[in-house]
């Protein structure tokens, strides 16, 4: 049985790739704290299966398939949220690939789709949720969106040009969507890891883009983050807690971006 820490107002979150890795524990947080949760992700069998599993612990869940490069897949996949439960309160926006290569020969189509899946993706999502939200025609009640961007949004890594872009884009999409939908009522937020325990930075040790041993040395803090340190800092800014910060980057990343010497 989950600990349901009662979340006002069950309130209604949609976790765009809620399948896996961080956006599989953030489900699992929020469906803890009460919300209901709608998992949106390309993987629908693995979505389904993890919602049945929020359901089994005693949560409140369903999963639907999303590809968030597609807009008419965003609006329908809104649509089923508040078909479902009614409203939408918040988003969370993990969604997302990585695939390091040479800038150099790097395929155009693959620096396409890494920016259409992490920015284009990033804003329909959020587009398509924010037109349905509580506090979109009352300001004051409204919602909260938590775009996943990462320290990659400040920091630059070689063979990451596309990936690099694309969360500093949607670090700014964070701040322009901020100011622009505050009156609306609706909060919009970033968090931005650092190399997280998860199967995606595992894909990337095992294909050597990454060596474990050399983040852990590279983060003051000495160790790569947790999903549930990344959980952690989504549920505060989705709570009302965090009612009067909007516009914000918040790196959970053990020191890494002020870390500046050898
Ligand atoms: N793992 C890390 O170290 C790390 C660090 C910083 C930022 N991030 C970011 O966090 C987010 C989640 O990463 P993760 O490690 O949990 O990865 P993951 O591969 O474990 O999970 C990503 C999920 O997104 C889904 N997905 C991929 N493309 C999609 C699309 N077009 N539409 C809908 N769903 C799609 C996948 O099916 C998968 O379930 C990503 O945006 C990633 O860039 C990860």
Known sequence: MLN??????NKVIVVSGGASGIGSEVSTRLAAEGAFVVIADLNAEQAQAKAAELVAAGGQAIGVACDITNPDLCEAVAQAAVDKYG????LVNCAGISKPHDSISLPPADWARMVDVQLNGAFYFAQAIAKRMVGSEK?????AIVFITSTNAE????????????KAGVAMLTKVLAIEWAEKGIRVNAVGPAYVATEMTQRNIA????????IKARIPLGRLA???DVADAVSFLLSDKASFITGHSLYVDGGWLAYGYF
Do not use: S
Request: include cysteine.
């Open 87 to 90: 409203k939408i309160d918040g």
């Open 139 to 143: 300001p004051d009640t409204g919602g």
């Open 155 to 166: 920091a630059a890594f070689p063979r990451r040009a596309a990936y690099c872009c694309a």
């Open 207 to 214: 294909a050597g883009n990454v060596n474990e041993g050399q």
């Open 226 to 228: 947790k999903p549930a």
């Open 4 to 9: 349901l820490l009662a979340m006002p107002d």
